[in-house]
């Protein structure tokens, strides 16, 4: 259950962390996950990062999402990554 | 007047407060011939053709977003429902309904951003109106404007000309007008690099209907629509229940920004149902299609113009989407607010 | 190999692997969703059904529930924070939407985070935060609760008609209506509790289930570890993001503030220790009790059949409503209103040669 989407953390700044993906960024709280630290990929939900992710894994569930995408698609071009 | 001052309740009682208003500041935005005539009524020479006439009120907020502001929205907005119609903006009126307090700094701008969209779609601003109510009574600014067009066509565009076989092209990215608001709003509190797609798209329409006089005539250009509210789904589920027809359209060849998917994805939107300002969707006879794409994809706005799908005898009344995955399923229309959700 | 070829790939391994009239169970509101989505029924083996169950938080809260929180919003001083999931959910007379338009203060929020803001912006008004979710959201509203203490806020509350996962999955099996070959497990309640909650169905019922993602891709190849096991047992598809051991943090915040109470279940009927209170050292921000109530008996809709649904007994598409009287726009039942609720999905997503 749940709306959750991987995200990389590139700023902390107690326990909020600043996190981006493709063109979007956005605060969530490390409250659940305090162990993680900038350059993390985290799954968020409802405002709340919930699980540290591995890098390639999160990698996956990325392109996974992306396939859809007609940017992807079409031109052959990698969308914008969270980097 | 000076950019300090605000505008008072007196400003909207015809007086000469009024007429400063007026002159300063919507006749030096709009400034043509007609307009500083100052009439009641703007007298127009009738176009050739037949006339296409309609109306919006605009009432967006907040009244400035990345990428526009309600002065070009009000413009852009009624422009592209005359294109709809396949016809050129010959003149536009625009009523202001004004918040007692409202700074005249801001209505300078707004009416600035205005007067560049209406510039830019070659229309005129010929007359209007201002009325100022007290505070609270309007959300800063109301603007409702007017536009009456020249149909360049000589066939009836609509649902009931679409075929079996015609084209669906959609001439860019989905779902930008829509998340910038969100973003403007700042109710949920994120960024994201997007901006609204708000531009007038009679340039466009008019490269549309040259490129199907080239193609196989003007009878090739079946039906237009602007994707606002309700979104690029609605569009075609009107479409299809108007004409008894059936749509197909391909998910993967439906440009979303990268942005708006994160977006989308965060709060549990569907881009197709998503709100568009600069946007078009085209029918074409299929011989006629590849010719309209070319044309859009050189025109400002039509850049990311592509197919998107076909219409269809099989499923009538009902829109299908293709997944990437080669797999169906229904689009229907959206009902009520927009809302995110959690699951 | 694209992902799309990927994804006909396991299609077609499931295909050739399935044995004939297998029924499998997903218990998720996001599964509902993506299944009906990406249109995956139409991947699947003929014989092979695939039953949505009571995954959907919103759709799996008493009519009671909904009405309390509609009291709660008609409270002059109170202003109900929700997430945007029960806006249109219809109570016994009204909806959060409706009480919004008649003057209530009603506010979507995106996180429990944005309530206490709230709270701290409007220290004159009293914040009520309506708390639905599983596992995966109860540890979010848990944080923020103890955020708004730590704030030195008195006036954020909650209202929690939180439910947790395992035991309705034991209350279906007990009931017995359906076969069930397995269960698609959850993956981000999963990623909170982890596997050994799950591990009874095996054990006990000789029920399968695997941990799936939500990528159409995760729903295929949990499917077909489905398929493949010769005894029953609890895998993890979803292993990028859920470790055997969930996030035990989140769970020990989540018992921090909550303790397992009695939970009435639309569908299930009250399911003893299946949901969570507050406990009474945070009986101050417990809106329950903060805000007493006088309800009135709550209406069930005539003709609706949400609860048999719910249990996967009854395909939406078999309810006399579904379509006629019960729509998105002019919704009966919950499991039409939620986006993610099985007749919603069916209806909005439904294939096109239905």
């Known amino acids: 259950m749940c709306l959750a989407l991987p995200m990389r953390i590139t700023a902390v700044d107690g326990a909020l962390a600043t996190i981006a993906t493709a063109g979007l960024e956005q605060r969530a709280s490390l409250m659940l996950v305090p162990e993680a630290k900038v350059g993390d990929y985290v799954l968020v939900h409802a405002g709340f990062a919930i699980s540290v992710l591995d890098e390639a894994e999160a990698n996956e569930t990325l392109e996974l999402l992306r396939e859809i995408s007609a940017f992807a698609a079409d031109d052959g071009v990698e969308a914008d990554d969270a980097g | 007047m000076t950019d300090g001052e605000r505008v ?221 509210r309700g979104g690029l789904t609605t569009v075609l589920a009107e479409l299809a229940e108007e004409s008894g ?53 050189k025109t400002k706005y039509g850049r990311e113009a592509r197919r998107i799908g076909f219409v269809t005898a099989a499923h009538p009344g009902r829109v299908a989407l293709r997944t990437p995955f080669g797999t169906r399923r229904v689009l229907d229309m959206p009902v009520g607010e927009l809302l995110p959700r959690i699951c | 190999m694209t992902q799309a070829d990927e994804l006909l790939r396991l299609a077609a391994a499931l295909r050739a692997e399935a044995r004939p009239d297998l029924t499998f169970m997903e218990v998720c509101g996001t599964h509902t969703m993506s299944i009906a989505r990406y249109g995956l029924r139409e991947l699947l083996p003929e014989g092979m059904r695939l039953v949505s169950g009571p995954g959907c938080p919103v759709c799996v809260t008493a009519m009671a529930d909904l009405d309390r929180v509609v009291a709660l919003a008609r409270l002059p001083e109170v202003t109900l924070a929700t997430f945007g999931d029960l806006i249109r959910v219809p109570a016994s007379r009204t909806t959060l939407a409706a009480e919004r338009a008649s003057g209530a ?47 030195g806020l008195a006036n954020f509350s909650v209202l929690s008609m939180h439910k947790t996962m395992p035991l309705p999955l034991k209350a279906l099996l007990d009931l017995g209506e359906t076969p069930i070959g397995g269960f698609l497990l959850p993956g981000h309640v999963s990623v909170i509790t982890g596997t050994a909650c799950y591990e009874f169905l095996a054990r006990d019922y000789g029920v399968a289930g695997v941990v799936a993602g939500f990528e159409p891709h995760d729903v295929l190849r949990a499917l077909l570890r489905l398929v493949r096991q010769v005894t029953p047992a609890i895998e993890i598809e979803y292993g990028r993001a859920v470790r055997p051991e969930g996030n035990v943090v989140a769970r020990r915040l989540m018992e921090q503030v909550f303790a397992p109470s009695d939970a009435d279940w639309r569908g299930l009927g009250v399911i003893p220790g299946s949901g969570l209170a507050l406990r009474p050292e945070y009986a101050d921000a417990d809106a329950a009790v903060r805000f007493p109530v006088r309800l009135e008996p709550p209406l069930e809709p005539a003709g609706c059949r949400c609860g048999e649904v719910l249990r996967g007994v009854t395909d939406p598409a078999d309810c006399a409503l579904f379509g006629a009287r019960c729509t998105p726009e002019d919704p009966v039942g919950a499991c039409m209103v939620s986006s993610e609720g099985a007749c919603a999905a069916r209806y909005r997503y439904g294939g096109i040669d239905d």
């Not at chain 2, 429902?81 to 010959?90: E, Y």
């Not at chain 2, 391909?250 to 965060?266: K, W």
């Not at chain 3, 409007?122 to 109860?138: Q, S």
């Open chain 2, 245 to 297: 027809l059936g749509i197909e359209v391909e998910e993967a060849a439906i440009p979303v920004s990268p942005a708006v998917r994160s977006v989308c994805d965060l709060l549990g939107y569907d881009p197709l149902t998503l709100a568009n300002e600069g946007k078009m969707v085209l029918i074409v006879a299929p011989e006629a299609a590849d010719a309209v794409v070319a044309a859009v994809q």
């Open chain 3, 105 to 151: 203060d009603v506010r979507v929020v995106y996180s429990a985070r944005d309530a206490v803001q709230i709270a701290a912006d409007e220290p004159d008004r009293e914040v009520v935060f309506a708390g639905i979710g599983f596992e995966t959201t109860a540890p979010t509203i848990a944080a923020s609760l103890l955020e708004a203490r730590a704030r």
């Open chain 2, 8 to 228: 008072l309740l007196g400003h909207g009682s015809g007086g000469k407060l009024y007429r400063d208003l007026v002159k300063d500041v919507f006749v030096n935005a709009f400034a043509n011939p007609v307009l500083e005539r100052l009439d009641d009524a703007a007298a127009l020479a009738p176009p050739r053709g037949r006339i296409a006439f309609t109306t919006d009120s605009h009432v967006v907020q907040p009244l400035r977003f990345a990428g526009g502001d309600i002065g070009r929205l009000a413009v852009a907005g009624t422009v592209n429902d005359l294109a709809t119609a396949a016809a050129r903006p010959l003149a536009l009126a625009a009523a202001f309904i004004i918040e007692e307090g409202f700074p005249l700094a801001d209505l300078r701008d707004l009416c600035a951003s205005a007067a560049t969209a209406a510039r830019e779609a070659g229309v005129p601003i010929v007359t209007g109106d201002t009325k100022v109510v007290e505070r609270a009574a309007a959300d800063g600014l109301f603007i409702t404007t007017t536009g009456v067009g020249e149909i360049v066509v000589s066939h009836e565009l609509g649902s009931s000309s679409v075929r079996d076989g015609d084209a669906v092209i959609l001439s860019g990215s989905i779902g930008d007008h829509a998340v910038a608001i969100l973003a403007a709003r700042g109710q949920f509190t994120f960024t994201a690099d997007v901006r609204s797609d708000c531009a007038p798209l009679w340039g466009l329409v008019e490269a549309a209907v040259d490129a199907v006089r080239g193609a196989g005539g003007e009878e090739a250009l079946r039906f237009l629509r602007d994707p606002t």
